[in-house]
Structure formats: C-alpha cells, structure tokens
C-alpha cells in the first residue's frame, strides 16, 4: 500500500507542470492523426488519373487536390515568364521557370515548367523549349507558397523570385484577382521539353509526420517530473509504500 502526504510547494509547482506535459502529449496524439489524413489523401491525390482543370476548378476547393495531377491546354506567354532562384538539381545550381499559362478559356494559371541551369537562364539559351501555340500539359497541384522566416524577398522588378506568390504573379501576368485560381499553381510532370530544357518532375514532397516521437517526449517528460516528485517526497520521509519510509541515516 502507498500512502502519499505531499508537501505544498512541490506540488504547487509539479502538478501544473505535469498536467501541462501530458496535454501537450495529447495534443500531438491528435496531430498524428490529422498529419496522417492529410498524407492519406496526398497519397491518393498522387495515384489518381489527371483531371480536367475544369473538373479541378469546380469541385470545391483546389487544395484538396493537392499532389494531384492536372491536364490542362492552352497557350504559354513566354515573355512573361518568373525565375525561382537558388533552385539546385543534384550539385549543380539554377532557377525554376514559372511561365504563365493562358488557357483555352482564357485563364491564367501559373504553370512551374522545371529547372534549368544558371547559364541558360535566359530564354533565347533555351529556345527550342520555349513552346510555342497551343500546348496539352499535365501539372500537379501545388499550393501558393508563404515566405518562409529569414527566406530573402521576392524582388519582382529584377525578376527574382524566392516564393510562388501565385496572386502577384498572376496580376503581373494580366490575370484578374481571383479566389480560386490565386489558391494554386501547377508543377510539370517529368515530360521532356525539345532541347531538354526546363526538365520537368521537380515536385518533391517533404511533409513529415514526426508528431508520435514529439508526444513521446512529452510523455517521458512528465513520467520524470512525476519520479522526481515522488523521490523527493520518498527522502523526506512524506512516502511510505507497505508500511515502509526510507530511513534517514545521522
């Protein structure tokens, strides 16, 4: 049998501690599992047949679709086009070519056509993928990007860009505001370009899910603030267990 005579301070000053440790190990439980639907319904978006972009556009939401692949025609306005610095492909440095799209419709979506190497940034070094007419594509949805803490900011003037700010970028481009369409942008699947160049299938997706080992830590947290607890109450003889408290020695 345990019997406990805890003393004020200490428990005045652990149990909120405790209590706090074992909500936040909850809590990370719980975004486990949301990271897990959202994984799920990536992995899904990735293994499904491309759709229409107007099956895409009336369906809801854009973003639910989101890893998902787009098929989408129209015409590229090339002298329009964004560069994405500091991009590397293996240990070589370049941008990504973010080139307007003006579809059959006559929207404008942002459409990242792939990397390509610093010396043949400029578009006449590449001119043989520079696509001209009327284009059938496959892109996969991406997200509007929000400029990460200390990222450098987009110089729009110099054509230098960090973040797909798809709302600017589309205004820029003569595209009307627009709730939907400034929600998403697409990626180039890894069809070759004539000349190579840009080389598409770039998306990569880094979404971790490392929410168990933080609820881990929270819990262990509090396990060793509920030892000590008990320790100090075991060494000033507060903690007696089947009859027994620790003896002090003179």
């Known amino acids: 049998m345990i019997r406990l005579r805890p003393l004020l301070w200490p428990t005045l000053i652990s149990l909120p501690i405790l209590v706090l440790c074992l909500a936040l190990s909850v809590w990370q439980m719980e975004r486990r599992e949301w990271k897990r639907d959202i994984l799920d319904r990536i992995a899904a978006n990735q293994s499904a047949a491309p759709i229409a972009l107007d099956a895409l556009l009336g369906g809801g939401d854009p973003l639910r679709r989101e890893y998902g692949k787009v098929a989408v025609s129209g015409t590229f306005l090339h002298d329009k086009e964004f560069h994405l610095a500091a991009r590397s492909r293996g240990n070589e440095v370049g941008i990504q070519v973010v080139t307007p ?12 056509r792939g990397w390509v190497p610093s010396e043949k940034k400029e578009p006449a070094r590449r001119a043989e993928g520079q696509l001209a007419g009327p284009v059938k594509l496959v892109g996969v949805v991406r997200r509007t990007q929000v400029q990460r803490q200390f990222a450098p900011d987009n110089v729009p003037d110099k054509n230098v860009w960090f973040t797909v700010d798809v709302p600017l970028m589309r205004k820029l481009a003569g595209g009307r505001p627009d709730p939907v369409l400034d929600t998403f942008f697409l990626e180039a699947d890894a069809s070759p370009n004539p000349g190579g160049l840009p080389i598409g299938g770039q998306t990569q ?13 929270w819990f262990l947290l509090a396990l060793a603030l509920g030892g000590v607890y008990l320790s100090y109450h075991w060494e000033n003889g507060r903690l007696t267990v089947n009859g027994k408290t620790k003896v002090k020695t003179p």
């Not at 799209?101 to 990242?112: H, M, Y």
């Open 101 to 112: 799209l003006r579809t059959d419709t006559g929207q404008i979506v942002l459409f990242d």
């Open 205 to 217: 997706l880094d979404i971790p899910n490392d929410h168990l080992q933080y609820a881990l830590t």
